[in-house]
């Protein structure tokens, strides 16, 4: 078999995509600071935005709620409201906003305004009446909004979050890069037969991998675009946009080198995603699975994909740790569960396709109230920044690859002994 080489043989050629990277970065925030000029050219703001979280919060003995809410320009910034105000999640408001003192750190990432509700309207359109049929399938609304988050990237209830951390499955219900995944492999067995057929008797000097690829990608493209085009979402493209035409042109898919060119390319073309938090996880999660691969390449199929279930969920603990806190007993079911996601997905679009969407409901349910008694686990910042560094140190040297695996087990012996 011909081994399959690397996009960069030479630093010059890295160093060449780098600066051109670069360049697109720095256009990108030009274009961003004249905006950010734009937007803060007057005291105050006239904006129309979609209600991305709406959740109430105690301070100082006063309640209020707290929005979420992203613009038509894609600017997102909180705001709060009187705890009166009705459940506008997933609506429109037009707001008047006082963006005080609003730097450009703060415009491309986020920041709070006081405000002024306008108007408030209903959104009707393809996804709020997707997000109906969902709810007609079933009589927990916490359930329907597992399987809106699952399909239309809506935004869970904080209870149902908070369960679904305390089980480290977070990153099932939040629509991401394993889903797009399971969806292309999906489309690709679903397509090829009756491309195959089409070919034979049509077109059979076409070649059928590039045409399936353009189908899959404008079908996920389609669907991005449809979800409001998720951080998660968007690395996972990219990667899966990039990784073919790696593999068109016989180069190496399965490398950190691949991990390395996407992550430069979105960044250049979307400097809002270096403040996204689901970006960097999404982009973690990744790492760690070639980080196996580069040194696990030679074992059989059933053990690359048990031991990428196992030590992936290792590799990423001591970040969620850090980041969320949330863990459980129950947690390391995780691996289980992220297993027989693959297989349930489809399944549970096709069941509500049929009819059935609430055949898993009660199975649902029993997760959520195992995810209920949890515990805050803290990881000490020195004890992340040492994992940060083993990860980085495991891509040239397996000694610190074996070194990774045994202090993320002890990271995760620590995590049990303070919830047992």
Request: hydrophobic fraction near 50%; glycine fraction near 4%.
């Amino acid at each position: 078999m011909i081994e399959k080489v690397s996009l960069f043989t030479k630093k010059r050629d890295f160093l060449l995509f780098s600066l051109i990277s670069l360049s697109v970065f720095l256009l990108s925030i030009f274009i961003e600071y004249k905006n950010y000029q734009e937007f803060t050219r007057f005291d105050s703001v006239l904006v129309e935005t979609t209600v991305l979280r709406q959740y109430t919060k105690t301070k100082k003995k006063r309640t209020y709620q707290v929005l979420k809410l992203k613009s038509e320009d894609g600017v997102i910034f909180y705001t709060t409201a009187k705890k009166t105000l009705e459940d506008v999640r997933d609506k429109k408001l037009k707001l008047e906003i006082w963006p005080k003192e609003l730097n450009f750190y703060g415009y491309l990432s986020s920041f709070y305004a006081y405000n002024k509700i306008l108007s408030i309207e209903d959104i009707n359109g393809t996804k709020q009446s997707l997000n109906a049929f969902i709810s007609s399938s079933h009589e927990n609304k916490n359930i329907a909004n597992i399987y809106q988050a699952l399909y239309t990237a809506e935004n869970v209830d904080q209870n149902t979050q908070n369960a679904f951390s305390n089980l480290g499955v977070s990153h099932i219900v939040a629509i991401s890069g394993f889903h797009l995944g399971i969806l292309s492999a999906l489309l690709y067995f679903l397509l090829k037969p009756m491309y195959a057929f089409a070919q034979d008797r049509f077109f059979p000097y076409r070649n059928s991998k590039v045409d399936i690829f353009i189908i899959v990608a404008a079908v996920l493209f389609t669907y991005m675009l449809f979800l409001d085009s998720p951080p998660s979402l968007v690395r996972s493209f990219g990667m899966f946009v990039v990784g073919f035409i790696l593999y068109d042109r016989g180069l190496e898919i399965f490398s950190m080198q691949t991990l390395l060119i996407t992550i430069l390319l979105l960044l250049a073309f979307f400097p809002r995603l270096y403040f996204s938090l689901g970006f960097w996880l999404s982009a973690g999660g990744v790492f760690y699975i070639f980080l196996f691969l580069i040194h696990f390449k030679n074992l059989n199929l059933f053990l690359q994909m048990l031991g990428i279930s196992v030590l992936v969920y290792l590799y990423m603990l001591p970040v969620a740790l850090y980041i969320f806190q949330n863990f459980s007993i129950y947690h390391p079911f995780s691996i289980l569960l992220s297993i027989l996601f693959t297989p349930f997905y489809p399944l549970s679009i096709l069941l509500h396709i049929t009819g059935f969407g609430d055949f898993f409901d009660t199975f649902l349910a029993w997760l959520m109230m195992l995810g209920e008694n949890g515990a805050k686990v803290n990881l000490n910042f020195y004890l992340f920044v040492i994992h940060v560094t083993l990860s980085f140190a495991a891509i040239w040297n397996r000694a610190a690859m074996w070194a990774l695996t045994l202090f993320s087990s002890s990271i995760f012996i620590y995590a049990m002994y303070q919830v047992a």
